[in-house]
């Protein structure tokens, strides 16, 4: 059985409409307050952090009000990225993380990303035990008032954050002499991003930094690479850093002005960590991963393993397959060694630990070709479309085209009413037609 209000990653969706409201929000975090207070361990702590969007405001002391309502004493942090709320959570003991965020979706979505005690994504397990306490009576769960969660917020999340990045690094780490571009898509990394590189010595130019709850994600950040690419080349840096909503996406720009996408930068990182016998485990990818990148591991002689799309899916494999590195073409990248989840300033600072070594970023990426991928997202208002005969018919056409030439990929959106088709061959034609085909299926 499927879950209600829980997708891919958390739950996502339009402000003001179905599950994201003050309302829902609520009964978010009674549930939630109520399925942690229940484990009856000591502490009854939850921990919130956000985005830029202006709908935070409104989400945030509904949820605040729900885990209150259920026992727990709460702590907001304020805008900070994703990562820094997982490393938070483990750190100060809590029983409970959750990031107010769409991540890379416009200002007019918002949603949730729950994390547990150990910094880890909570399981389906988790999501569906929480979902049915979510439809029980209210009333059945609020606690008596003098047992009520006390609210305090915390100043220094991103100092704090900032702290446990730079312990993962020697203390002798330098970029003095490094210049940097950063977009930080007016979201949550808009403080400790540059914050942390110009700490190190870096010379930060920054664009995405004055949010205003309107502008997240809006012509900017790591869904729009070419703004960190025309900022980097106007600026001469040796390294552009994108980043998405909640921080947990990069994007990279080298110093010639190459886009690099997350498949590169997962084949620069597990190369150089074989090299220092570092990896662990070979690397998971998912399945929008470019098939040259498969290729590469195979010749590199490095295990290669595909997982469902979602950092948490790949987090979940790397588990399974005792592997430190994983992460998807978008950019979410796992450095299993010193996070949970993806982090974009975590991974940008490992990428720009080789540059101050000497090395340029243009050396550094580039290791594989990529085969031509093409990939198209179609607004629909009942995914379940992808199951109509029309469609299924149409993805086994377009397979027996592709055999042995390339692969198509069909699939639902978790975080938006899309469906996706993705499609990679090095016969450009080909794609184009097999996209074509599914494509009518649907429209």
């Given at each position: ?65 729900g ?38 979706n ?89 914050k ?27 869904t ?57 485990g ?79 970023a ?50 639902p ?19 184009t ?5 599914v ?5």
């Amino acid at each position: 059985m499927g879950k209600r209000y829980f997708g891919t990653d958390g739950i996502r969706g339009a402000v003001n409409q179905n599950k994201i409201n003050g309302d829902m929000f609520f009964k978010f975090g009674l549930a939630a307050g109520t399925y942690f207070r229940n484990l009856k361990k000591k502490k009854q702590i939850a921990i919130i952090a956000k985005d830029t969007r202006l709908s935070g405001y409104t989400l945030e002391p509904a949820l605040v009000s729900g885990l209150a309502s259920a026992g727990m004493h709460v702590f907001t942090l304020g805008p900070l990225p994703t990562n820094g709320l997982a490393m938070l959570t483990k750190k100060m003991n809590a029983n409970l993380g959750i990031m107010i965020t769409a991540s890379h979706n416009p200002f007019y979505d918002n949603g949730l990303k729950l994390f547990g005690p150990d910094g880890l994504k909570l399981s389906d397990k988790i999501e569906k035990r929480i979902e049915k306490l979510i439809d029980t009576k209210i009333s059945k769960h609020l606690t008596k008032p003098s047992v009520l969660g006390r609210v305090k917020r915390l100043e220094d999340a991103n100092d704090n954050y900032i702290n446990i990045l730079k312990s993962n690094f020697p203390k002798n780490f330098s970029l003095k002499g490094i210049k940097i571009a950063v977009d930080c898509a007016n979201g949550a990394g808009y403080k400790s991003a540059p914050k942390i590189f110009k700490s190190l010595g870096a010379k930060v130019y920054t664009i995405g930094t004055s949010p205003n709850g309107l502008n997240i994600n809006s012509n900017c950040g790591s869904t729009f690479p070419n703004k960190i690419k025309y900022f980097s080349n106007k600026k001469k840096v040796d390294l552009g850093i994108s980043l998405d909503g909640d921080a947990d996406r990069i994007i990279i720009c080298d110093e010639k002005g190459k886009i690099i996408d997350g498949d590169q930068i997962i084949a620069m990182i597990a190369l150089r960590w074989k090299n220092k016998r570092m990896l662990k485990g070979g690397v998971i990818g998912t399945l929008m991963s470019n098939y040259g990148l498969e290729k590469f591991f195979k010749d590199k002689k490095i295990k290669f393993t595909r997982t469902n799309v979602g950092d948490r899916y790949v987090k979940e494999a790397m588990k399974k397959n005792k592997c430190n590195l994983g992460g998807e073409q978008s950019g979410h990248i796992i450095l299993g060694n010193f996070a949970t989840t993806g982090d974009g300033i975590l991974v940008a600072l490992e990428v720009l630990y080789s540059i101050s070594k000497g090395k340029k970023a243009s050396e550094l990426f580039n290791n594989f070709k990529q085969v031509p991928q093409k990939l198209i997202n179609i607004n629909i208002k009942d995914k379940s479309i992808i199951n109509s005969k029309k469609c299924k018919k149409s993805i086994i056409t377009a397979k027996k085209l592709l055999k042995n030439k390339g692969r198509i990929l069909v699939r639902p959106s978790g975080t938006e009413p899309k469906i996706r088709i993705m499609c990679e061959s090095n016969d450009k034609k080909l794609v184009t037609k097999c996209i074509n085909l599914v494509k009518r299926s649907i429209n």
